[in-house]
């Protein structure tokens, strides 16, 4: 079982920043791949980065390439979503989910067994 708590949501400006936190629970994070998953309303849960246990290979959509980094520091049990250059369009509940699938990607929320309860991003224009 593994509890996941996500913070460093909030308002931002277009062009601005923001680093997301996922703290995870029990001494088996490094055993779980870790994404990040974004909820914008009325809309479905999409993936946005994927960060592989242990070696910590990364994926992103193509929405995010570039802009945003995915990165887990496992002696804390910390995963982290740097978001650099945000836009309107990043405005989106962000989740936190972990995997025991071990592949170099991993993009569908039905291969995610623990999800957080989200942290609301809000980039204005």
């Known amino acids: 079982q593994v509890q996941l708590v996500e913070s460093g949501g909030g308002l931002v400006q277009a062009g601005g920043s923001l680093r997301l936190s996922c703290a995870a629970s029990?001494?088996?994070?490094?055993?779980?791949?870790m994404g990040w998953f974004r909820q914008a309303p009325g809309k479905e849960r999409e993936f946005v980065a994927h960060?592989?246990?242990?070696?910590?290979?990364?994926y992103y959509a193509d929405s995010v390439k570039g802009r945003f980094t995915i990165s887990r520091d496992n002696a804390k049990n910390t995963l982290y979503l740097q978001m650099n250059d945000l836009k309107p369009e990043d405005t989106a509940v962000y989740y936190c989910?972990?995997?025991?699938?071990?592949?170099?990607?991993?993009?569908?929320?039905?291969?995610?067994?623990?999800w957080g309860v989200g942290t609301q991003v809000t980039v204005s224009s």
């Open positions: 989910a972990a995997t025991r699938v071990d592949a170099l990607v991993v993009v569908r929320k039905d291969e995610y067994d623990y």
């Open positions: 029990g001494r088996t994070f490094s055993s779980y791949g």
């Open positions: 960060i592989r246990r242990l070696v910590g290979f990364t």
